[in-house]
């Protein structure tokens, strides 16, 4: 069963900093992976998909790697802003259209 | 630009009632499915489907049904509530599914149905 881990559970930045968030599985037999964006109270947004055969995907101030050898993924935000201040999730897709999600990563961006 | 239409936003319900939870997509996407959010928990997926007339259970798909006649809806029914079932529920949808044995595409999520049972 695939194991989805978010570390920090939640992070506070002051304005302007760059910031990693993490995501580890256990199972790297994985069709995909996705990142989205959780405002508080509303559905989720995604940000980033990167398919198994590829290493990473940019969007903006937004870069996602994927490592399967090592079971990791890293979100990368530069130059953070107030309005990142969201909840982080990753999922990993799997056989039978089966996406399993982490528990996310508050982040709060500081003015 | 509707996308994913959940409805209602917010539901109690009494211990035993029934009721569905509508969701609906304007983007002719195959792929639809229902995920529980709890806190402690993360997202769960309840049932999902690959095309009009499939539905398979995913991994927490008991005291609820779906179907799939159309293309662009897909109900989730709660047969008898239990308070366990107290939680905000989102569907999701995808333009691709690559089946029953292949992965997703990009998920859209509608804005979520926040249910509380008595």
């Known amino acids: 069963k695939q194991e989805v881990t978010q570390i920090p559970a939640a992070l506070s930045v002051p304005e302007g900093e760059n910031l990693v968030l993490n995501c580890s599985f256990t199972?790297?037999?994985?069709?995909?992976l996705q990142w989205f964006r959780q405002d508080h109270g509303k559905g989720l947004t995604s940000l980033l998909l990167?398919?198994?055969?590829?290493r990473e995907q940019t969007s903006g101030r937004l870069n996602a790697s994927l490592d399967k050898s090592s079971g990791r993924s890293t979100l990368y935000i530069a130059a953070s802003q107030p309005g990142d201040s969201a909840t982080y999730l990753c999922?990993?897709?799997?056989?039978?259209?089966?996406?399993?999600f982490g528990e996310g990563t508050q982040l709060t961006v500081n003015p | 630009n509707a996308g994913v239409t959940q409805t209602p936003k917010f539901q109690v319900l009494k211990t035993g009632q029934s009721m569905t939870l509508q969701c609906a997509q304007d983007?002719?996407?195959?792929?639809m499915s229902w995920y529980r959010q709890d806190p402690g928990m993360g997202l769960r997926l309840i049932h999902y489907?690959?095309?009009?007339?499939?539905?398979d259970q995913g991994e927490v798909p008991n005291g609820y049904n779906v179907s799939r006649s159309t293309t662009e809806d897909f109900p989730l029914r709660l047969l008898s509530a239990a308070p366990s079932q107290t939680s905000v529920y989102f569907c999701?949808?995808?333009?691709?599914?690559?089946?029953?044995?292949?992965?997703?595409?990009?998920?859209?999520f509608g804005e979520g149905s926040r249910l509380t049972v008595l």
């Open positions: 983007m002719n996407h195959e792929y």
């Open positions: 489907s690959v095309g009009a007339g499939i539905t």
């Open positions: 999701a949808s995808s333009s691709t599914s690559g089946g029953r044995l292949q992965g997703t595409g990009e998920l859209f």
């Open positions: 999922a990993l897709g799997g056989r039978g259209s089966r996406l399993t």
């Open positions: 199972d790297s037999a994985i069709y995909n």
């Open positions: 990167i398919q198994s055969s590829q």
